[in-house]
Nanobody, 127 residues
Framework: QVQLVESGGGSVQAGGSLRLSCAASGLRLSFPCMAWFRQAPGKQRERVAAIAADGSTQYDDSVNARFTISADGARQIVDLVMNSLRPEDSAMYYC?????????????????????WGLGTQVTVSS
């Protein structure tokens, strides 16, 4: 049984930092593509960061140079370090996992085809 469990969310003032963590179990992925998505009220779910099977990372422009995604070799722990947080970063953050070729992991940002999801962790940034 696949499980993705997020932790580390909370409330922080603008300019602060948070570290989200995703504990993955039961995954049997030939080409693991691990990602963090977020969804704010009334908005579509969007991908903020991803790490492909070769360790290469991708970031949405809105978080580039502020957020860092990392994962252990087995992809059992996937972290998202978020610095210089802004009120517009407030959202529910979801861990996602799939098995896709590296080139697909790098460019696929839609949540539509992602196979596995966590339940999410709330991040609230106050101004």
């Amino acid at each position: 049984q696949v499980q993705l469990v997020e932790s580390g969310g909370g409330s922080v003032q603008a300019g602060g930092s948070l570290r989200l963590s995703c504990a993955a179990s039961g995954l049997r992925l030939s080409f693991p593509c691990m990602a963090w998505f977020r969804q704010a009220p009334g908005k579509q779910r969007e991908r903020v960061a991803a790490i492909a099977a070769d360790g290469s990372t991708q970031y949405d422009d809105s978080v580039n140079a502020r957020f860092t995604i990392s994962a252990d070799g087995a992809r059992q722990i996937v972290d998202l370090v978020m610095n210089s947080l802004r009120p517009e970063d407030s959202a529910m953050y979801y861990c996602a996992a799939d098995s896709v070729p590296i080139r697909v992991c790098r460019i696929r940002t839609s949540p539509a085809d992602v196979r596995y999801w966590g339940l999410g962790t709330q991040v609230t940034v106050s101004s």
